[in-house]
């Protein structure tokens, strides 16, 4: 009951000095012009020096801090996605073949190829890439002895270089199931005897 009575005593004398500020201006008479007179400001209940922390961090947001220096590093990461059944035997159709010959074989390529050429990817039994390209070719691309094919079933990424291209010992595949593999070699495929 005491702290009732208490309050009940304190608050009326907490709102004194904001009534008080106030009176002067409903004491002047009414014939003042209201637009010459100056505009009303708040009174001081010495509350501004007090601030929450959002508004703390609000406030210094607007700070800008000099920055001595800056880097500013960018990463271009490509996907190449798996082709789709249709799309692969499409792209071995077109291969040149004899009338009634199936046969494949590999012949040497460049240590580089660009990376915008892949078109679609595919693992093979023996532990290589098919490499479909837009140019209608297709490549083998051997993995390191430590990797395996099966791993890129998905698809892989591989990390933008300098130059835009794929390179033997230097780049390395990152497979979606975690892998990460050196291409070993690379071989074209053509139909056998051209």
Excluded at 43 to 67: F, K, S, Y
Excluded at 89 to 99: C, D, F, Q, S, V
Excluded at 166 to 182: F, T, V, W, Y
Aim: charged residues 25%; aromatic residues 4%; hydrophobic residues 40%.
């Amino acid at each position: 009951m005491n702290k009732r009575l208490a309050f009940l005593l304190v608050a009326p004398v907490l709102l004194l000095p904001a009534l008080a500020a106030e009176a002067p201006l409903r004491a002047q008479s009414a014939e003042v012009n209201l637009s010459a007179q100056p505009e009303r400001q708040r009174p001081e209940l010495g509350l501004q020096g007090i601030a929450t922390p959002p508004l703390r961090v609000l406030q210094n947001a607007r700070h800008t801090d000099d920055l001595e220096q800056m880097r500013i590093r960018q990463r271009v990461i490509i996907r190449i996605s798996p082709s789709t059944p249709d799309t692969r035997e499409r792209m071995l159709a077109t291969l040149p073949r004899r009338a009634s010959q199936d046969a494949f074989e590999e012949v040497a390529h460049d240590d580089c190829v660009e990376i915008d050429d892949i078109a679609g990817v595919t693992a093979t039994q023996d532990n290589r890439l098919l490499l479909f390209m837009r140019n209608r070719h297709v490549l083998a691309a051997a993995l390191e002895d430590s990797c395996t094919a099966r791993a890129f079933y998905s698809g892989f990424y591989v990390e933008r270089s300098d130059d835009g291209r794929l390179c033997i010992g230097r780049d390395r595949l990152q497979s979606r199931a975690g892998a990460s593999c050196e291409v070993a070699g690379l071989t074209r495929i053509v139909a056998a005897g051209d």
